[in-house]
């Protein structure tokens, strides 16, 4: 049996040490690599726990959008998605 999360060092190129965290699914598959905003470990752990408490050790995702979503009313000015989404939902298209 595993924890439910592993936790591990990183250095920001500014040379500051950060601690980051696996998390684990039911089938106990690594997911993700998320920091913890801390840079101790107790701190990174109580963190975590804090997290799971609240069920909210693993990001949720929206949902990606599709090409065809992305590009539907593309040559419509003013219609379609991408005017309506923003740049930031716009980076995570999936194809």
Same mark, same amino acid.
């Given at each position: 049996?595993?924890?439910? +999360? ?6 920001? &190129?500014?040379? @500051? *040490?950060?601690?980051? +965290? +696996?998390? +684990?699914d039911d089938n106990d598959v690594r997911q993700?690599?998320?920091?913890? =905003?801390?840079? #101790?470990? @107790? !701190? !990174? /752990? ?5 997290? $799971? =408490?609240?069920? /909210?050790? @693993? &990001? =949720? /995702?929206? *949902?990606?959008?599709?090409?065809? %979503?992305?590009? %539907?009313?593309?040559? %419509?000015?003013?219609?379609?998605? !991408?005017? =309506? $989404?923003? $740049? #930031?939902?716009?980076? #995570?298209?999936?194809i």
């Amino acid at each position: 049996m595993r924890n439910d +999360y592993t936790l591990l060092w990183r250095t920001y &190129p500014n040379g @500051t *040490k950060v601690v980051f +965290y +696996y998390a +684990y699914d039911d089938n106990d598959v690594r997911q993700g690599q998320w920091t913890a =905003k801390c840079r #101790s470990v @107790t !701190a !990174a /752990r109580n963190c975590c726990n804090r997290l $799971i =408490k609240t069920d /909210r050790l @693993t &990001p =949720k /995702r929206g *949902k990606l959008l599709t090409f065809g %979503e992305y590009a %539907e009313g593309f040559w %419509e000015r003013g219609c379609g998605v !991408a005017w =309506k $989404i923003g $740049i #930031s939902r716009m980076m #995570s298209i999936r194809i």
